[in-house]
């Protein structure tokens, strides 16, 4: 099982802040994601990164930003803070399954606790 | 429509089964995943199967696989109160290098 970390749990903070969001992963995992989800709703993938200094965009367009620096770092930031951005955002990180008989692998996702962030 | 879909509720009683359903639309998805989310937290890995498997059994959960028809289900043996969350099902496509499209989730709400 992935060990996956995420600070802060929680995070309340005024509108036109600038705020990083950490997630950590100590599986050395080279795949890490972040979502952003709504209460009770469906996750939207915003960013994913596939290795040290590999980045991209996700589904949902999102003002955030991400670096992949470090394989077991994957920060996120929002420049300016604003009532928009309240949500969870839920960090993941991969491997690869490989399967016991007939090949193919499966990329199992482990996913972090999560941030709930609120903007005043 | 959605690329999943899944019903939005379901109440159980203690120690009946719950089956929670879901389809999809992609014939190219090859895994599919079921997660289950405690309220506040993340999301915990449940159980996944190939593609190309009907059935997979881990302890009480049991998943269906009809790629026929696009529909996945995980039922759940002996419902407990701690089964209590919401229920995530996702695919995996095989088309370049995504991350996982999830549903809506289902809500199980398990009753003493």
């Known amino acids: 099982e992935a060990d996956i970390y995420q600070t802060p749990r929680y995070l309340v903070i005024g509108t036109g802040k600038k705020i990083t969001l950490e997630c950590s992963q100590t599986m050395g995992h080279d795949k890490m994601y972040w979502y952003q989800q709504d209460p009770g709703m469906e996750l939207h993938l915003i960013h994913y990164s596939y290795g040290v200094n590999s980045t991209e965009k996700g589904d949902l367009s999102s003002e955030s930003t991400v670096s992949r620096i470090r394989t077991e770092h994957f920060p996120l930031t929002l420049e300016s803070a604003r009532p928009s951005h309240t949500s969870q955002y839920l960090c993941a990180s991969s491997e690869w399954v490989v399967r016991t008989s007939g090949g193919g692998k499966a990329d199992t996702q482990y996913f972090g606790p999560g941030t709930r962030l609120t903007v005043l | ?112």
């Open chain 2, 1 to 112: 429509g959605e690329d999943v879909e899944q019903s939005l509720f379901l109440s159980v009683r203690e120690g009946d089964s719950s089956v929670i359903n879901c389809t999809y639309t992609d014939s190219s998805s090859t895994y599919l995943y079921w997660y289950k989310q405690e309220p506040g937290a993340g999301l915990q890995l449940l159980t996944y199967i190939f593609s190309n498997m009907d059935m997979k059994q881990d302890q009480r959960l049991t998943v269906l696989l009809n790629k026929k028809d696009k529909h996945l289900s995980l039922r759940i043996a002996d419902t407990q109160t701690g089964d209590s969350a919401i229920y995530f099902c996702a695919e995996k496509k095989d088309t370049g290098r995504r991350a996982l499209t999830f549903g809506s989730g289902t809500r199980l709400q398990v009753q003493p």
